[in-house]
């Protein structure tokens, strides 16, 4: 017990006097999704593409990596164009792959929050609309391109959403991301 709670204020000692690092986050992938409506393609089709660009903060510490990542692209396209709501904000953890530390792993959890019609409904014939939520799983591996810490990889991800009068989903895809930092 002592063991742990000695790590555990080590960790937050880390992240106290740690480095914070802006960077903006761009991905682009497919995903399957039993629920919720794609914008790209027809009614009835279970998923589509994704894309989407973030602010990340990457937040270094002596003992430990992390950081968070708040959604911009979909929120705002998805509420000005189609009056929906998509948005799932992300923390992660970091760890270094080897020993040149040029491969990263990043496990991430968050939750995603949804208003809109689901997958039997395109743009132009809307089913009903509905909220849903739900948590998020993820895991980016990562890879340092260039001079200025920025990084390529790919991001797995499931999403198991809930949502009014028993909606049920899953959401699961991948994404190549890049991610600039500043």
């Not at 894309?51 to 979909?74: N, Q």
């Not at 990263?104 to 997958?119: A, E, K």
């Not at 797995?156 to 991301?177: H, M, Q, W, Y």
Request: hydrophobic share 45%.
């Amino acid at each position: 017990m002592y063991k742990k709670a000695v790590v555990s204020i080590a960790a937050v000692a880390s992240i106290l006097s740690a480095e914070v690092h802006p960077r903006i986050a761009i991905m682009t992938g497919a995903r399957y999704d039993n629920l919720r409506m794609c914008v790209a393609t027809p009614a009835d089709v279970k998923g589509g593409p994704m894309a989407d660009a973030a602010f990340m903060v990457k937040i270094s510490g002596d003992k430990l990596d992390g950081g968070f990542k708040i959604p911009l692209f979909r929120p705002i396209m998805f509420g000005l164009a189609f009056q929906m709501v998509q948005f799932e904000p992300e923390a992660f953890l970091r760890f270094p792959l080897g020993t040149d530390s040029s491969w990263t792993i990043m496990p991430g959890t968050g939750v995603s929050v949804h208003f809109g019609p689901d997958y039997h409904s395109d743009t132009k014939n809307r089913g009903e609309s509905f909220w849903a939520a739900g948590p998020i799983a993820s895991v980016s591996i990562l890879k340092k391109v260039g001079k200025r810490e920025s990084e390529i990889g790919l991001r797995p991800f499931v999403t198991g959403l809930f949502g009014e009068n028993d909606r049920k989903g899953i959401v699961a895809g991948c994404s190549f991301e890049y991610l600039i930092q500043f």
